[in-house]
């Protein structure tokens, strides 16, 4: 029977049936945004650092079914044994983010940078870019970044250059260099679309170039829910993801990486009161799992989901393991060889970094 057929209690049990077959030559990753019908399955949920060493440590599993977005599929791919085929089971699950640099345009930003600043620059990348972008960092000595290490890995850069490029999100660029101690005047953007460098003060004192690349999930909180929140809820803590803006960031009580936002809530006294601003189906989950305490979005009044992440559902993920079982792989992940080979040498910097 085809899955669009079966009832929900149905299909759960057909996914029961084929794990259980399958045993371990299936290892199914599921990332924290992913939707609650999906995340039941996961053998492993992470946030991106998490699931990236996850995958690296597995050298078991034929079938990796990466329930997140493309790149970190990639990730996976880049990490795994070339026996290992990592699928994604909706192959529209991108990230807007990822999609906001491209090799192309990194190599003319890195033409006009070196132009000015010679060899005193090194690249990062947050891992929410493509492989290509990974590579391009790899092959110009720098590391990958992700929301938890980004503050280690942004001071190992600067013991390796006086100036870092920061790929593709300006918002957790911006907040953690300045929790480095970098000013705002010291930080410009670099705008691939117009090819120009966005910068108020002298352009020798920039210490840091964002890429003008954002979330637009996280972007939705605002100033404004903030302020609305203080009026009507003075004793609710607030607390962010880094991708939200520098003034949101600023205003909340505390910011941190999906891991840090987790652990603080869970850590958190019963009966304190916390507006969380991320992905709403993880809002959702931490509610669910921490009763004792009043837990809402800090945009309540928005569905505040990442769209591409909520593309992957139960159907999908029967389906892909439906074809594992007929012998077919279908939407698997493959990085070529040469930009793989880059590409690690961005990933192993980062996992190097103590
Ligand atoms: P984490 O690195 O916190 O898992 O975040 C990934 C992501 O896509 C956040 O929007
Ligand atoms: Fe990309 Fe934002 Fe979705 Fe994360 S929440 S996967 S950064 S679009």
Known sequence: MEALELSV???????QEIKKKLGSRLYILGHHYQKDEVIQFADDIGDSLKLAQLAAENKEAEFIVFCGVHFMAETADILTNANQKVILPD????????????????????????HIYGDTIIPLTYVNSTAAIKAFVGRHGGATVTSSNAKKILSWAFTKKQRVLFLPDQHLGRNTAYTLGIQLDEMAVWDPI???????GDVNNIKIILWKGH????????VEDIKHLRRTEPDMKIIVHPECTFEVAQMADENGSTNKIIQTIEQSESGSKWAIGTELNLVNRLKHNNPDKKIISLNPYTCIN?????????IDLLNSLENIVKGRVVNQIIVDEKTKEDALLALNNMFMIK
């Open 194 to 200: 117009k090819e120009e460098l966005e910068l108020d």
């Open 306 to 314: 990442c769209y591409t992440m909520n593309k992957i559902d139960l």
């Open 91 to 114: 192959l529209e699950a991108g990230c807007s983010m990822a999609d906001m640099a491209t090799l192309e345009q990194a190599e003319k930003a890195w033409q006009y940078l070196t």
């Open 9 to 15: 209690k149905q299909m759960e049990e057909r996914i």
């Open 215 to 222: 979330c637009g999930v996280h972007q939705n909180f605002t």
